[in-house]
Nanobody
Framework: QVQPVESGGGLVQAGGSLRLSCAAS????????VGWFRQAPGKEREFVTA????????VYANAVKGRFTISRDNAKDTVYLQMNGLNSEDTAVYYC??????????????????WGQGTQVTVST
């Protein structure tokens, strides 16, 4: 089975940028859609963005549109999340998840079968 492994989290000032990476361990990501979700303290987990297996299809939550960009390099079995214009509401643990790409339900956490351990992103004001 595929195992997502996140990296790149940290502390950043408001207005700054971070790039998260999600690498595949075990099986390749090649036929999988990959999504990013986040969970802030005291809040439910929420969808951030997702990308289809080919990289052509991308979906974004309204809260991050225009600020975050998801991409993937299938040769490196890695998905990236470039986050710009960060603000305090982006503070959360960010999780990478994978599911076989059936071209639907990219924003539904329950459709994802494989989850990473999460990486903390903290935006200071």
């Amino acid at each position: 089975q595929v195992q997502p492994v996140e990296s790149g989290g940290g502390l950043v000032q408001a207005g700054g940028s971070l790039r998260l990476s999600c690498a595949a361990s075990g099986r390749t990501f090649a036929s999988y859609a990959v999504g990013w979700f986040r969970q802030a303290p005291g809040k439910e987990r929420e969808f951030v963005t997702a990308i289809g297996w080919s990289g052509i299809t991308t979906v974004y939550a309204n809260a991050v549109k225009g600020r975050f960009t998801i991409s993937r390099d299938n040769a490196k079995d890695t998905v990236y999340l470039q986050m710009n214009g960060l603000n305090s509401e982006d503070t959360a643990v960010y999780y990478c998840a994978a599911k076989r790409d059936d071209y639907s339900d990219y924003d539904r956490a329950e459709r994802y079968d494989y989850w990473g351990q999460g990486t903390q992103v903290t935006v200071s004001t």
